[in-house]
């Protein structure tokens, strides 16, 4: 029988519905290559050397719906939030990473809540169009 891993504290997060593109950021792109907008990701890693403005993060791809690890932009994520993990295959892509407690964690999801919230509002200069879709503008629909 196979182990079942132990639950791990986590940072969630999801990825903004509308993000900018193009020159100076007039065209907007839903979510991201990877992952769809509004999908909830685990972040597992983070890139302290780079200001944490890139992480790794888990989530289920756009295209396959199979869960994938990959490298984002933290500016393309919201809700940063704390969880207690207990799915096996995020669980098995962070099994390498320093065990977190819920109090690492959450101040971890408020760094990154912070470092997101500059990196939307410094990636382009260009004023928001009316009416605007970034997540800044936009309302939260509930899940």
Known sequence: MDDVPEPQWLVAANVVRWRRY????????????????????YVVDTHPGMGNAQLTAVGH???????ITIDTGTRHLHTFRP??????????RCADMP??????AAELAERLDGTARLGRHTHHAAPHPDPCLCHECLPLSPE
């Open 61 to 67: 791809g756009r295209h396959t719906g199979r869960w």
């Open 99 to 104: 065990v977190r407690t819920r109090e690492e």
């Open 83 to 92: 969880r207690l993990v207990y799915s096996p295959a995020v669980l098995k």
């Open 22 to 41: 193009g020159d100076l950021g007039q065209e907007f792109r839903p979510g991201t290559k990877a992952f769809r907008g509004g999908a909830k990701v």
